[in-house]
């Protein structure tokens, strides 16, 4: 599957989201993704709980076309004190 196609999914169904996509492993390694995103709607929640909206957004295809997805998440203001 498509980094930018998997990044517009999670885009679309988190609010106010920015996700970067890439190949966790190799480009020739399409199905191993690695997901950063920042979204205010993380404030909050639980790991498990962010994680979980991030693999609701990408629906079938986190059975069928994405293997394996490594996922990190932040807040805007976690991610500034990360930076």
């Known amino acids: 599957m498509d ?3 998997v990044a517009a999914r999670i885009e679309a169904a988190i ?4 996700a970067e996509v890439t190949h966790a492993r190799s480009p ?3 199905d191993h993704l690695a997901a950063t995103v ?3 709607a993380f404030e909050g ?3 498990v709980d962010r994680h979980q909206r991030v693999h609701d ?3 079938a295809h986190m059975t069928t076309d994405i ?3 490594e996922i990190e998440t932040y807040t805007p203001a ?3 004190d990360a930076a």
């Open 38 to 40: 920042v979204s205010p």
């Open 28 to 30: 020739e390694d399409e």
């Open 3 to 5: 980094t930018d196609d």
């Open 78 to 80: 976690e991610r500034d």
């Open 15 to 18: 609010p106010d989201a920015a």
């Open 57 to 59: 957004a990408l629906e």
């Open 67 to 69: 293997h394996a997805l």
């Open 45 to 47: 929640e639980s790991l």
